[in-house]
């Protein structure tokens, strides 16, 4: 009995002061730290991430005529590579052709922006935005959308617009419920919503 350790008394492992299971977490704390310089710093987001996710934020405002404010931005603070926002009006309401039939008399653009906004007093009114990221790598993420807007007694009429409505009715929401952010659909690079 003399070479077993009585139970409970069993030797610990020290190097020094410290205990050897203590110093493993330790070293490899350290390891992950050095490895995943992104969790110390905080970047720009990736491209496609939901921190770059585009929106239409849709405002209103009442006077003498119905003014309709949309604004392009990024659901977090994002800078973008290129924002557009296209006006076309007048539409016939509720618009049947889709995308097709729509012209669009001012553009407002901006590069490197983390905004873009319009105004119009012409309702109903199409509404064509895109935004574009780019990462600190290069990639890209590309988002689209096309919108009818149309002001119907204390109402925002919104209907997103395809290549076919057959059958899509506007969704209603009460003006006092604005601003509402519309998300852009991610789309791949090139294409279309």
């Known amino acids: 009995m003399s070479g077993r350790p009585r139970r409970g008394t069993e030797p610990e492992l020290r190097v020094g002061p410290f205990q050897w299971p203590l110093v493993g977490v330790t070293a490899l704390l350290l390891l992950l730290l050095l490895l995943t310089p ?17 929106v239409l934020v849709v405002y209103h405002e009442s006077g003498a005529m119905d003014l309709l404010q949309v604004i392009l931005q990024g659901a977090s603070p994002t800078q973008y590579t290129n924002l557009s926002i296209a006006i076309s009006h007048p539409i016939a309401w509720p618009p049947t052709n889709g995308r097709s039939g729509l012209t669009y008399g ?23 935005v895109s935004a574009v990221y780019s990462d600190p790598t290069g990639a890209k993420a590309y988002y689209n959308g ?7 007694g204390s109402n925002l009429l919104i209907l997103t617009l395809s290549s076919s409505l057959a059958g899509e009715a506007p969704s209603s929401l009460p ?18 919503a």
């Open 38 to 54: 992104s969790l110390l710093a905080p970047g720009s987001p990736v491209a496609g991430s939901p921190e770059t996710q585009a």
């Open 106 to 128: 001012r553009w407002v653009n901006a590069t490197d922006e983390v905004f873009v906004t319009a105004v119009d007093a012409q309702l109903p009114v199409a509404v064509n």
């Open 146 to 152: 096309l919108y009818a807007f149309n002001i119907i």
């Open 175 to 192: 003006l006092s419920e604005l601003p509402q952010p519309l998300p852009l659909a991610l789309v791949p690079a090139g294409g279309v």
